[in-house]
């Protein structure tokens, strides 16, 4: 991700696209899941939305949330 604001020009704050990224990454959902999850809540947003978010801020997510762990020895 870029140094500055990341969520610059994005349309949602960025609490939104980061539960729905994280939503998608953690368990088992369907772009149209998380959707349908952010419409109960009354957030309307497309899956390909959630989709592109998925696609930009979920490797940075996955640095962030992985970067503890020592994954050599599982193999």
């Given at each position: 991700?870029?140094?500055?604001?990341p969520f610059k020009h994005h349309r949602f704050p960025p609490e939104?696209?980061?539960l729905a990224v994280r939503w998608y990454c953690r368990y088992a959902?369907?772009?149209?899941?998380?959707?349908d999850m952010l419409s109960e809540r009354g957030?309307?947003?497309d899956a390909s939305t959630v989709y592109r978010w998925v696609l930009k801020f979920?490797?940075?997510?996955?640095?962030?949330?992985?970067?503890?762990?020592?994954?050599?020895?599982?193999t």
């Open positions: 991700m870029s140094h500055g604001f939104i696209i980061l959902l369907s772009y149209r899941d998380v959707r957030i309307e947003v979920g490797p940075e997510i996955a640095k962030r949330n992985f970067s503890h762990c020592d994954w050599r020895g599982l």
